[in-house]
């Protein structure tokens, strides 16, 4: 059971580090690929995070 435990730990806090990172970029660019929002062409320039895949890359990945 420990190791099943550990590993449903390992999952669910990564999970929670991405909440908080979705938590914390809420008001400003994600890494969707809208580029509705000023920001985005700051943090995200001809939507190079599409490059890695769809969704909030930004939030997804770890910084």
Same mark, same amino acid.
């Given at each position: ?5 550990? =590993?449903?730990?390992?999952? @669910?806090?990564?999970?929670?580090? &991405?909440?908080?990172?979705?938590? *914390?970029?809420?008001?400003?660019? =994600?890494?969707?690929?809208? @580029?509705?929002?000023?920001?985005? &062409?700051?943090?995200?320039?001809? *939507? ?16």
């Amino acid at each position: 059971w420990r190791k099943i435990s550990d =590993i449903f730990k390992n999952d @669910l806090n990564e999970k929670i580090d &991405q909440l908080m990172r979705l938590r *914390d970029a809420l008001d400003g660019c =994600i890494g969707c690929g809208c @580029l509705s929002l000023r920001a985005c &062409q700051i943090f995200n320039p001809d *939507d190079i995070a599409a490059r890695h895949g769809t969704g909030a890359r930004f939030i997804a990945e770890n910084p």
